[in-house]
């Protein structure tokens, strides 16, 4: 069941990186579109350049502080059951279970 929990939030922690990006990717181009078409007034966007590469970078930085660490963690799972798998595959074969005596009656 853990393991299973694991794999929803890594996934779930995925998509919200992906979704921030995306939507300031494509509120920075909402907002070049409207600006420079003359939709919305250049007032509406006082600061319309810094706005346009800035909220990007932001995003970025927003889902690299919150999804980060979980995907960190994932990372780390992931080389610890390489090496355990490693580790394994070098162990020498386990000797036979101790077999009792049988002694006649």
Not at 41 to 47: G, H, I, L, S
Not at 89 to 98: D, F, G, L
């Amino acid at each position: 069941m853990n393991r299973i929990l694991a794999s929803v939030l890594v996934t779930i922690n995925a998509l919200l990186g992906f979704v921030l990006i995306m939507g300031s990717i494509a509120f920075a181009k909402f907002a070049f579109e409207h600006v420079y078409s003359g939709q919305l007034p250049p007032e509406a966007f006082p600061y319309a350049n810094i706005i346009i590469i800035g909220v990007p970078v932001f995003g970025i930085v927003l889902a690299a502080y919150f999804c980060g660490m979980i995907a960190l963690l994932a990372l780390i799972e992931a080389h610890l059951k390489a090496i355990k798998e490693q580790g394994e595959s070098y162990r020498p074969n386990k000797a036979r279970e101790r077999s009792e005596p049988k002694m006649g009656v």
